[in-house]
């Protein structure tokens, strides 16, 4: 929790990210990603300053069990200081404990974005989903909740200016911003709406471009002029049995057997790898994410 400190911003977490995304889908399959269409609505957690502490917490952690599908899970919530915005217990279950940090009494707004972070880790730790690694394993639990429809309450919870700052998670906001547009372009659904701080908002516009930049990469056919043409001069690299200079560039290829030869590109989607034949256009679709992809080869 950056509590008055410095913002770390950018993507240095962008492969973990990435990865996790990908992780999802294969652990929680296609169909599973597919029931969480819709996020926590913002009067599902709201909190207002007259709301009994402990009883508004509680109502916040059930609402966080039930947008996770876990029906037969308890959260007890208390309160305690700490360096860190909340911690929970994983045990087996079914009850299970969270803390959060004292600074939750008097902003009760961010109570949502807390729980949002901690009731995942405790849904990854039934599908025994993680990273080796604690800090890939928090990245892993930010990217899922806000894939999954609950962490655009934790890029709300980012507010700076010159005064004071705060963020909670361990993505950067644009990180933030970037998974929650890649689960509104697979949805539909525009989060951007539901933010108060205008912060959040910014950092959610700047991570929304990278994510309509996934899609635009070559050999897909929404790629741009010069994406294409340097795509071209790696083909032709590859074509004479030369290594092509693969800076900056996610795709590769590769001879399959004695086959004609193939590229490989993460999915815009799911980041997931796919191989397609060198061939010109050519619809793939992506096994995991079922996503249908123009390419030219």
Known sequence: MAN????????PHLDTVRAS???????????TVHTFATSVAPADVAFA???????????????MVRHYHLPD?????????????????????????IELNDRFRTHRRDIGAALAHEVMH????????????????????????AYLGAGWLLLDAYREDGASSQKLGYLTPE?????????ALVFGEDPSVWFTSPQAYTAYTTGRELALRDGRQPPLTAA????????????????DHRAPDRSGVSYTFAPDGRGPLRVSFPCPTCHQRIRVPVRGRVRARCTLCRTVLECDT
């Open 21 to 31: 995304i990908t992780a999802l889908y294969k652990r929680l399959s296609y169909d």
């Open 4 to 11: 008055g400190g410095p913002v770390e911003h950018g993507y």
């Open 49 to 63: 300053d007259v709301d009994d502490l402990h009883l508004g917490a509680q109502r916040v952690a059930r609402e």
């Open 73 to 97: 899970a308890r959260m007890i919530v208390g309160f305690r200081e700490m360096t860190h915005a909340a911690h929970v217990e994983l045990a087996a279950g079914p009850e299970y404990f």
């Open 175 to 183: 990180e933030f911003g970037y998974v929650l547009a890649k689960r």
């Open 224 to 239: 741009g002029w010069a994406g294409r043409r340097r795509y071209a001069r790696d083909r032709r690299h590859a074509q």
């Open 122 to 145: 405790v849904c990854l730790h039934r599908l025994d989903l993680s990273f080796p690694g604690t800090r890939d394993t928090e990245i892993l639990t930010d990217t899922a909740a």
